[in-house]
């Protein structure tokens, strides 16, 4: 069972940027799909990007042109930076593994425990 841990959360104000980073063991990390979700308050848990075994990457609109998912597969980790930060970016942030190129939470099999991300105004 893979173990994903997530890091880098915290306060930013608006306009401003964080690096998220999600480290999995395991020594088949570099043949998964690893996805960013996100949750808020009293919201459903969204997609935010993924990233393929080689490299190939999507995201939701919300965050396209802002965001950046990358993959390191010699370190086994995952990141995520996030610039031009707004409020409704607030959230926890979580890390999480598929066999599929997917934005179902549903088709994403392990999961970190999240990192929380808070943008004030």
């Known amino acids: 069972q893979v173990q994903l841990v997530e890091s880098g959360g915290g306060l930013v104000q608006a306009g401003g940027s964080l690096r998220l980073s999600c480290a999995a063991s395991?020594?088949?990390?570099?043949?998964?799909?690893m996805g960013w979700f996100r949750q808020a308050p009293g919201k459903e848990r969204e997609f935010v990007a993924g990233?393929?075994?080689?490299?190939?990457?999507n995201y939701a609109d919300s965050v396209k042109g802002r965001f950046t998912i990358s993959r390191d597969n010699a370190k086994n980790t995952v990141s995520l930076q996030m610039n031009s930060l707004t409020p409704e970016d607030t959230a926890v942030y979580y890390c999480a593994r598929s066999n599929y190129p997917s934005r179902l939470s549903g088709q994403y099999d392990s999961w970190g425990q999240g990192t929380q991300v808070t943008v004030s105004s």
């Open positions: 395991g020594r088949t990390f570099s043949s998964y799909t």
């Open positions: 990233i393929t075994w080689s490299g190939n990457t």
